[in-house]
């Protein structure tokens, strides 16, 4: 089975950052697609950020603020937030396909942006 192991989420105030990392518990599966997906409250989960190979694509509402970067030989992918915004609150859940076993999903973590 694999686990993806999410961590960096927290409080921060308007206009902060943060640094979410996302590692998954297996090396010998290769990832294709690495992805943030966020879900705020009474929302369903939406995109934020998906990696493949080849490109990266954001959704509108983050594009120019956030990052995503990945490190394909430890199947580990990253999502760097900056000038966050009250409405990037919400939970982050990390995605990645793996060609040899399927889709799998990390178990969340809390983004909270207040001022």
């Known amino acids: 089975q694999v686990q993806l192991v999410e961590s960096g989420g927290g409080s921060v105030q308007p206009g902060g950052s943060l640094r979410l990392s996302c590692e998954a518990s297996?090396?010998?599966?290769?990832?294709?697609?690495m992805s943030w997906y966020r879900q705020a409250p009474g929302k369903e989960r939406e995109m934020v950020a998906t990696?493949?190979?080849?490109?990266?694509n954001y959704a509108d509402a983050v594009k120019g603020r956030f990052t995503i970067s990945r490190d394909s030989a430890n199947n580990a992918v990253y999502l760097q937030m900056n000038s966050l915004k009250p409405e990037d609150t919400g939970v982050y859940y990390c995605?990645?396909?793996?060609?040899?076993?399927?889709?799998?999903w990390g178990q969340g973590t809390q983004v909270t942006v207040s001022s």
């Open positions: 995605y990645q396909f793996f060609s040899n076993w399927g889709p799998s």
């Open positions: 990696s493949t190979k080849r490109d990266s």
């Open positions: 297996v090396r010998r599966f290769r990832t294709s697609i």
